[in-house]
């Protein structure tokens, strides 16, 4: 019996998100039609704005397991910071895989900073987090100097080129090869046909799995295997419980302190993948600043998502997707803002029409987690004000 | 037959700074009975349970557990030995689901994966051998407080208890989830399991017990069985044949009523009444007690009045102005004061100088304040006249109040919502943890308050504080007013009757 | 108790300070770099005239940073967004300014007044943000720093830039009776004469007003009484007639108030235009003189000066060979060990206090104590 409920569970929860997906791709559709734009579907917009996520998303995941865990890590901006520092050092020394290796290894060295200060020195989370991003900026940039610095193409700012991770296409659907042979691209043809909607979703889909990079795989593998661990093995149920009840599990013995020592360093460590995946697949060179804010994002993503690991995907998605619109034209930024109105007077009709509690009714038929509330965050799903006025601030700014 | 003992306490003593908490108690538990121990708040029971579940270790005394002599060095031990406490607060995780509570800590696994089929089918079993049914998918914040009774039941269970320990198990129920815990219990020692009931409820323990223990002040009272008291005699065993007589005075009450509460209500979240219909006066020169033990309103009571609590409905009058909806500044304003029962954490700041704790609650006036600033010297000197008046024991004014005493701390607060000259002052627990001689000096002071006119809402627990300084005393009993009672002329069966519910039974 | 005070204002920093002096030296040596050598090297160059002006100049945003964190810190609310709020109103209130000319004090009052409010209604949305939905301020101040971020690149490169035929992108100079002038003169009067080019920013004397108009505030006002006992107890607070929502409210507004006037010194005595580089990271670096002046506004300043006076020594260090970076590692090190440190200290002092003041008055209790229930 419950392994039956469990499963409906999942999915009814990935029903819900890919309803959404869909939903998504229509208005952008919509939208698109009405300005006449062709990028905001297209592979390529698609394939940047899952490249653009991936980072995010590697943060985000992070601050999953910490906040799961109880303890807020602001500190995932400066974590990020010491991936992308690790991993070109390593990569340039001896190889791109290595790069990634010690790109996990110095996020998750400022992770266990973080847990020092804040679980043994119950230091506050949040000024221990920003100290952290400070030391990591500062510690960085003097690493930098002493070892790019006298390198050609090297600087204080920045390290010579080093080699990244290559990428794959799947056969068939993308044109990839088997086995030496050349496939039909099919996806690609579909989207040449301009048919409505249905060329749209291919294009997309085409780009999404089109010239994939191995890292992308590996961090997107990870998203399902996080909901496998924090949710179906007993050291996941343990960390899990370290945030929502600690006296409840220190009362049944579980090791509260030792658990989160380990969640933020993992914590640490998958923004530093993160750090390590911005250097080695995205830019292919260090950059003092290049992580710009992402790991703070991240965290937005963390919120946007609920605190769940394909959330945490989602949010990467539509704030990578907003990010890949940066190299497209102004017209392509129009169309994406009014696909954005749309979706919001969508939801904004909706909410008004269809009351709060039947979304969250609706929510939880689906068995969908549309309140977790740690920390007094709030999840913009289930709420009305927050979509009301964040119609009035668009209105406000942009019109 | 002479059965051994699954429990036997002999000569348990625990001692604490400033009190005994168990004096030589004597308790024999029998394999499969349900065996209640009752007694007021702070008669020992809460410190006796902690000692069987391994949280305390007593003083002096031997503990036997199916006649062998233990001793528990943690909880641990206690749940290996077949120890399961089921305490009053819930230590349930909001968010998880049945299953997850449950399994936590002790999960079931298959490989890597943990065994949910395993978990659940042991869940469901249990469930359905004690009457106990739940549905182990579903998340614990959806379920009512007797469902989540039976979650943390369930969670010893699973974990192979055959001593069951219940703390006050139904202090949160509705009548009807306490008829299903009842099941449930009989279901339990019908099968063997033997089950420590604690609670102060004596209706409900005359009749789901095998044998009563009393407790009172630390020692214990007597054993006995159901057939052979009625409620009446268990309470007048619990409260004592003595009650403290109140000290014959002139009665200072006047004609002025300075607070009226009519109707106050207020229900929490669940849907749970926790105040309801509550009406009362207090008069000029009057100190108008309120009797209970605790957990049956006194706290929301005081919230709503204090307004800190805004979704109590109701009216409440200081003398000819309605402050129903005013919040909480604006009743201090008006002139209500309040003396915290909990001083640490409401009615102090710790980690601040003694001058602006004194200003707490009156910051916004004469003489902690002038204008917009905070007048420091005007500060000081009120709290040095509170500090000498009262009699508070300190190195000077400029110390954190951490670093005095309990009982100092006390009077400091007492000192300081006195001499702010209030119309009306709520004492919640206002000689709670001090030494007798605060004690003595804080029942001086209200004394000399209300003779000078100020109207008191005493609630307290320490039933000679009530019957010594009230002029009228209302019982509080899940909510509600049960009973106004004149402490001159009080016999304790009636008063412990009402407290524990009992004379409501016998007056319908 | 006065020792503890002093335990932990002085103390507990000098502790930080020693430790954070003796990881960067333990840097260098690892690098082969003689920390005497650096450290000397610094204050060489630091302490000339020229390189105290620049100290000075180059603390004072950072002061201004801080006051807006700390008032936030003490009641236990932290401001991230000093950062979107500050460019935010360095922005509008330089276009303000810049549309008008009228006698220099109140020119100058109103491009201040414009600077304050632009910023107080920025940090006010996290404000607001937090009392009706309740989302925690860290989040929404870092998200509203990109919206900020965003928000004034978008103003600036459509709106408010100066004209063609400029060469500079920046918004229209503002007219001289929008200038605060240099305190050089004064700094003459006194017998100092630095070289040209080093000029004493005359917001020097508006940041020491606020510096005395925050200890006000916060130390002897009813608002600051509200506030501190919000962020010591806020059960007690709240019992004692505050109301939470009205102190996060106006707390994050005057906070607001505060950051708007970061950039004042560059705006007015300095650049008198909004450039595309203006100078950015004082709402981020001002946390970390917030965290390390403990919210107290001497030691901010304390805290702002050190900043700036190793921000300007380390100038040298690239001349010398040594990497200007360990000034960085130093920043971040002092902060986070400040941050342990006061929290050991603190917790040593109070029992300290308490056992102390137990021991004064010991001879004065009741020998038996018995409890009451």
Partial sequence: MTTLVERAKNLGRARLYVLLALAGVLILTIAQVVTGTEDLTSPSTAGAALRLAIPILLAGLGGLYSERAGVVNIGLEGMMIAGTWFAAWGSWLYGPWYGIVFGILGGAAFGLLHALATVTFNVDHIVSGVAINILAFGTMRFLSSITYDSETGGSVVQSPPVQGIGNGNLPVL????IFGRSTPDFLGWLETQDW???????????????????????????????????????????????????????????????????????????????????????????????????????????????????GVLSGAFVFGFGDSLRFRGPDVVRSFILAVAIGLVIAGVYDQVVSPSSIVRMARRWNVDVRWVPHGHISLIASRAPVRDTVDFFEKTLL | MAQVPVVHLSGVTKRYPGVVANRDVELKVMPGEVHAVVGENGAGKSTLMKIIYGMVHPDEGTIRIHGEETHFKSPKDAIDAGIGMVHQHFMLADNFTVLE?????????????????????????????YGLKLDPSVKVETLSVGERQRVEIIKVLYRGARILILDEPTAVLVPQEVDDLFDSIRDLTSRGETVIFISHKLEEVLSIADTITVMRAGETVGTTTPDQVDARQLAEMMIGSELPSPQTRES??????????????????????????????????????????????????????????????????????????????????????????DRQKQGLLLTSPLWENAALGHQYKEPYAKGPWIDKRGARKQTEAIVRRYGVKTPGVDVPATALSGGNQQKLVVGREIMANPVVLIAAQPTRGIDIGAQAAVWEELKTARAAGMGILLISADL?????????????????????????????????????????EAAS | ?????????????????????????????????????????????GTTTESLISMVNRAIPLFVSA??????????????????????????????????????????????MVAMIVGAAWNGIAGWLKVKRGVHEVISTIMLNFIGFALSAYLFLNFFLEGTGSLITATKLIPETGWIPSLNPVLEWFGVEPRAGFELHGFLIIAVFLGIFYYYLVNRSRFGYDLRASGVNASAAHASGINPKRMIMTTMLISGAIAGLVGMSTLLGFTHRYVQDFPSGFGFAGIAVALLGRNNPVGIAFGALLFGFLGRSSLILDLKDVPREIVTIFQGVVVLAVVIVYEIVSRYAQRRAVAAAARATAEQEDEREVVAI
């Avoid at chain 2, 395993?118 to 359905?128: F, K």
């Avoid at chain 2, 004149?486 to 008063?495: C, I, R």
């Fill in chain 2, 464 to 504: 000679e504080e009530l019957i010594g300084l009230s002029d009228t005393i209302h019982v509080l009993f899940e909510g509600e007013f049960v009973a106004k009672l004149d402490p001159n002329d009080l016999n304790p069966e009636t008063l412990g009757s009402y407290m524990t519910g009992a004379g409501q």
């Fill in chain 1, 174 to 177: 993308a044109g990839g090869d």
């Fill in chain 2, 252 to 341: 200072t009450v006047g004609e002025e009523v300075l607070l009226e509460v009519s109707d106050l209500s207020l229900r929490s979240e669940s849907g749970r009444d926790v105040l309801s219909g509550i009406s009362f006066t207090v008069r000029a020169g009057e100190i108008v007690g309120v009797a209970g033990i605790e957990g049956n309103g006194q706290a929301p009571l005081v919230d709503s009045l204090m307004g800190l609590e805004r979704s109590a409905t109701g009216l409440v009058r200081l003398r000819d102005k309605e402050i129903s909806r005013f919040e909480a500044r604006e009743r201090r304003a008006e002139g209500i004061g309040f003396i915290p029962e």
């Fill in chain 3, 67 to 112: 006051l807006a964190v700390a008032v936030g810190f003490k009641m236990g609310l932290f401001n991230i967004g000093v950062e979107g709020a500050y460019l935010l109103a360095a922005l509008v209130a330089a276009w303000v300014g810049a549309l008008f000319s009228v006698t220099p004090v109140l020119h100058v009052s109103i491009i201040l």
């Fill in chain 2, 101 to 129: 509570n449950v399994i936590l800590g002790s999960e079931p696994r298959r490989g890597v994966q943990i065994d949910f089929l395993s978990a659940s089918d042991r869940i469901t079993e249990l469930g359905e051998t």
């Fill in chain 1, 196 to 310: 409505f909607y249905v060329s749209d979703l291919a294009g997309i889909v085409r780009g999404f799995i089109g010239g994939v990079n191995w890292m992308t795989i590996i961090a997107l593998a990870i998203v399902p295997a996080t909901v496998w661990l924090l949710w179906r093995t007993a050291w996941g149920l343990r960390l899990r419980s370290c945030g929502e009840d600690p006296w409840a599990a220190e009362s049944l013995g579980v090791s509260v302190l030792r658990m989160k020592y380990v969640a933020v360093i993992i914590s640490g460590g998958l923004a530093g993948m993160g750090g390590a995946f911005l250097v080695l697949v995205q830019a292919g060179i260090y950059r003092e600043g290049m992580t710009a804010g992402r790991g703070f994002i991240g965290l937005g993503a963390l919120v946007f998502g609920n605190w769940l690991p394909f």
């Fill in chain 3, 1 to 45: 108790m006065k020792g503890g005070k002093l335990l932990t204002t002085v103390v507990a920093p000098l502790i930080a300070l020693i430790i954070s002096f003796g990881i960067a030296s333990l840097v260098l040596l690892l690098v082969d770099i003689d920390p005497f050598f650096a450290y000397s090297e610094m204050w060489k160059f």
